[in-house]
Each structure stands twice: as structure tokens, then as C-alpha cells.
């Protein structure tokens, strides 16, 4: 799972604003940087070391952020958000990315071995289930099952919207 996405696929850095948006993009597998802590000049410095697109609700960020590549968000809800990133970059929603970053750390998550999960997991997930990645970061457990599910669910009805 790791390896890809250092070349063509967009990374984000989002204003203390946009916590859920940020949140979503990591669910649906974009590397997204956010700290409800990081200053307007934070933001513009880290965008410009690591090549982020800037991501914002904030006019006077827009303008600081010149430098680097910036998107202003006008809607107030994570929906209308998520939709108005994908649609002026020209991404294309992949449910097979969802939970490939930790939605938590903004870390790759990746595969480990099933056994290596025993007790960390729901007993009927661990029974039921095959395939387990894992965050490096925070430990947390992901896997195929009925959250994944709903949020691919959640994913889709966002753009059937639009
Ligand atoms: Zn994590």
C-alpha cells in the first residue's frame, strides 16, 4: 500500500476551520495535514515545504498562501467541501482507498498479519475477517467490515449529490 501517491496525487494541509473536511480526505485516502493549533503562518510554510495545496475558508490565507497552490472552500458543510476539492482538482472518488490513511495520525496505514490482531479486534471480526492493516502511528486496526461499509455508503451518496 505504501510507495504510491508521492508524485501525482495531491497532498492538503487545511486551516484550523476545516478539521472534518481534513478527516474526510484521509478516509478516502488523501494525505492531508491539519492542526487546530498551526497559525496562517504555519500553514503557508508547511504547504510550501511539502508541496501542499492549501485548503481554506480564510480570504487573508488565500492571499498569504499565493506562493504555493491554494483552493478557498466556500461552503460551511464537510459534503459541499469534499465535493468542491475533488471537482477543481478533477479527482476521480475511489472507494478502494478508503482507510489507507489514518484518518486520526494521516499516517499509510498497512497490511499485518491476522494473527497479529487476535485481541485487538471484535472476536467475530478476527473470525470473520481476513485482511487487517494497521496505523504505524497510533496502533489503531482497520479492516473490511460493516463501518466500511457505511462510510463507503456516506462516500458515494456525497457525489450522487452533486
Ligand atoms: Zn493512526
Not at 494521516?106 to 471480526?125: C, D, F, H, L
Request: proline share 4%.
Amino acid at each position: 500500500m505504501s510507495g504510491q501517491g508521492s508524485c501525482e496525487r495531491p497532498v492538503f494541509i487545511a486551516d484550523h476551520m476545516l478539521g472534518k473536511l481534513a478527516r474526510w480526505l484521509r478516509i478516502v485516502g488523501y494525505d492531508t495535514v491539519f492542526s487546530p493549533r498551526f497559525s496562517d503562518a504555519d500553514i503557508a510554510r508547511v504547504a510550501l515545504r511539502e508541496k501542499r495545496i492549501v485548503l481554506t475558508r480564510d480570504r487573508g490565507l488565500v492571499a498569504r498562501a499565493a506562493v504555493t497552490r491554494c483552493i478557498f472552500i466556500r461552503s460551511q458543510e464537510h459534503g459541499d467541501q469534499l465535493r468542491q476539492v475533488f471537482e477543481v482538482l478533477n479527482l476521480t472518488p475511489d472507494a478502494g482507498r478508503i482507510f489507507s490513511i489514518c484518518p486520526v495520525c494521516n499516517r499509510s496505514v498497512t497490511a499485518v498479519e491476522k494473527e497479529s490482531v487476535r485481541g485487538a479486534v471484535p472476536e467475530y471480526v478476527f473470525e470473520t475477517k481476513e485482511n487487517f492493516s494497521k496505523c504505524p502511528e497510533c496502533g489503531r486496526v482497520f479492516w473490511r467490515g460493516t463501518h466500511h461499509q457505511r462510510t463507503i455508503a456516506k462516500f458515494m451518496k456525497i457525489f450522487r449529490k452533486g
